[in-house]
């Protein structure tokens, strides 16, 4: 994850999508929570959640997460963003082919997977930085090159939009 993830004050400016270098903004919890800093990758779920939630829904169903957890069940890996505008700046359409090749077919080096795309290494480098900063997507060392990969086999994308009801827009007391 980013080392200085911004804080929902902080977002102002970032909520434009014209740029695909802008600062993505990643839920607070979630950044500091390093989830799946100490785990093997090969220990991960085998699914990724993206979301677009509010702070309160991603809270709960943080806890229904939990819940599950205890109860032995596997749970997905969650990465939420409060605005949809950062989402969508994590997943462009270039950044979501990468994943899927590299999903496909694992390349032997970030080289391979540029020829693989037709596009130059580093853009691909970049690209892949960013998702590594998300820990979406991994490296291992493979001699002098480094290997990609995704250490998940399913990634899902939410973005729930829907009517505000009365009670959402009502103050904490």
């Not at 950044?95 to 580093?122: F, G």
């Amino acid at each position: 994850m980013p080392d200085q993830p911004n804080t929902p004050d902080d977002t102002d400016d970032a909520n434009s999508t014209d740029s695909e270098t802008e600062e993505i903004v990643v839920d607070d919890i979630e950044a500091e929570a390093g989830f799946l800093e100490d785990r093997d990758p090969e220990d991960y779920p085998s699914m990724l959640r993206i979301t677009s939630n509010s702070e309160q829904a991603h809270r709960q169903d943080a806890l229904d997460r939990l819940d599950r957890w205890e109860d032995g069940e596997e749970i997905p890996h969650v990465i939420n963003f409060q605005n949809p505008s950062d989402l969508r700046a994590l997943l462009t359409d270039r950044r979501v082919e990468l994943l899927r090749s590299i999903m496909t077919e694992r390349p032997d080096s970030i080289r391979q997977l540029a020829e693989r795309l037709d596009r130059d290494v580093k853009s691909i480098h970049d690209d892949l930085q960013v998702l590594a900063d998300y820990d979406i997507v991994h490296f291992e060392q493979a001699g002098r090159a480094k290997r990609p990969f995704v250490p998940y086999d399913t990634i899902e994308v939410s973005l729930e939009i829907s009517t505000p009801r009365p009670a959402d827009d009502a103050a904490p007391v």
